[in-house]
């Protein structure tokens, strides 16, 4: 067979530069202890900051959505598929961050795409972070507009752009970076564009659920509707569901209604899905020691790491990568811990830039000191073992 986009070079490629990616079959609900490829491991790889996509009230409340409403939305939000419980948890979503309304998208991903390729148009400019999430990336690429990439969380750099820009513009940043785990300057951010007549635009997705008692990194520093005129953060990471949301003015609510395609042509997610992530705002109000208890772990992690000299980064969130540079000895680290019964994911281009192959740990609520010990004892063994190669 004839093979017109060269698939078998470019596997072969991949496979050498240790860049080739397996996907590991889970046999558990998600959690601190999981079965993996029938073997226990220890996870230190989810999203799931607060422990709660397992939670049995998450559970019941998906439960008893499903007997009230089936399992399919069967329509897009603008056909039928739009059902009591989205616009709750729409009411309910623009509150919780503090803005007059918000839109339910059925990913961060589409979330993304969908509202940075609607509200740009080719000759505008949008700026994003060196290290910004691929969806905020690709978003500016459907856009058509100018992409400016700055270095990251240089706003220095930012403003110097901005100044010699005269087209509409948008800054995009993440919040808690996905990779690194630091937070972007946001307070220093939001001066400068407004100064510079830009809106910003804030990808919450590590934030919400951890930061600012939960409420996300709006709260932790007080920033404005016009301080982030656009705000967005997903359902499926901290708070344990699935999906995402825009918050923001009524006027960029019901503009992305009218046209942000990747909300109009896409099936709503199931209503069930709705019903968890509202159950999840209740557990963030009622049960606030999961995101106390998360600190506390944070900090236990970066004290125990400190004293056994491993090379921690400046990141104050769940996310807490260790650096390694060479992809193969990223990957070797990553299988050497597996086979200690330990799961951290092994993080290489191009997900993150060239030469930065680094193990992003991640932490959360349900996790026992104890059990960051034995990782850290290991990794500083298998540090060892590695090094001498
Ligand atoms: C995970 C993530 C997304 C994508 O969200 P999904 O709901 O998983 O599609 C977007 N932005 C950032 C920064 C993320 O980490």
């Known amino acids: 067979m004839s093979d017109p986009f060269q698939l078998g070079d470019r596997l072969r490629q991949r496979r050498e530069q240790h860049l080739y990616r397996r996907r590991r079959a889970l046999h558990s609900a998600q959690g601190t202890h999981i079965q993996c490829d029938g073997k226990p491991l220890l996870n230190f790889c989810s999203n799931d900051y607060l422990s709660l996509a397992n939670h049995p009230r998450l559970i019941s409340a998906a439960k008893k959505a499903v007997n009230t409403f089936g399992v399919g939305s069967g329509a897009s939000h603008l056909v039928i598929g739009h059902s009591c419980l989205h616009q709750q948890l729409e009411e309910r979503l623009a509150d919780w961050v503090g803005r007059p309304r918000a839109l339910l998208f059925s990913t ?44 990251h969380c240089d706003t220095e750099h930012l403003q110097r752009l901005l ?32 100064n510079e007549n830009a809106w910003l635009m804030v990808d919450d997705a590590h934030g919400l659920g951890v930061l600012g008692r939960g409420k996300g990194v709006l709260a932790e520093y007080n920033l404005s509707q016009s301080d982030v005129p656009v705000y ?4 499926g990471k901290a708070l344990g569901s699935y999906g995402a949301f825009v918050a923001g003015s009524d006027d960029l609510i019901e503009f992305l209604i009218q046209f942000s395609r990747s909300y109009i042509y896409t099936t709503a997610i199931p209503p069930a899905i709705a019903a968890a992530s509202l159950e999840s705002l209740s557990l963030l109000e009622t049960e606030t020691w999961r995101i106390d208890r998360l600190h506390s772990l944070i900090d236990y992690f970066r004290r125990a790491a400190a004293a056994r000299q491993l090379p921690i980064l400046s990141s104050q969130s769940a996310i807490q990568p260790f650096k390694i540079g060479d992809s193969e000895r990223a990957v070797q680290i990553s299988e050497k811990l597996q086979a200690c019964g330990i799961l951290v994911g092994a993080i290489r281009p191009p997900t993150v830039p060239v030469n930065t192959a680094r193990l992003r740990i991640t932490l959360q609520a349900d996790h026992q000191e104890i059990e960051i010990d034995q990782l850290l004892d290991t990794l500083v063994s298998v540090f060892h073992q590695t090094d001498q190669q």
């Open 232 to 235: 967005m953060a997903t359902l």
């Open 163 to 194: 100044s010699a820009t005269d087209t509409p513009s948008l800054v995009v940043t993440d919040s808690i970076f996905s990779m690194d785990g630091d937070v972007a300057p946001l307070m220093d951010m939001a001066r400068t564009c407004q």
């Open 108 to 151: 961060g991903y589409m979330a993304n795409m969908g509202v940075i390729s609607a509200l740009l148009k080719r000759g505008d400019t949008v700026f994003q972070d060196k290290v910004n999430h691929a969806s905020l990336l690709d978003g500016a690429q459907l856009s058509r507009a100018r992409l400016v990439r700055y270095p």
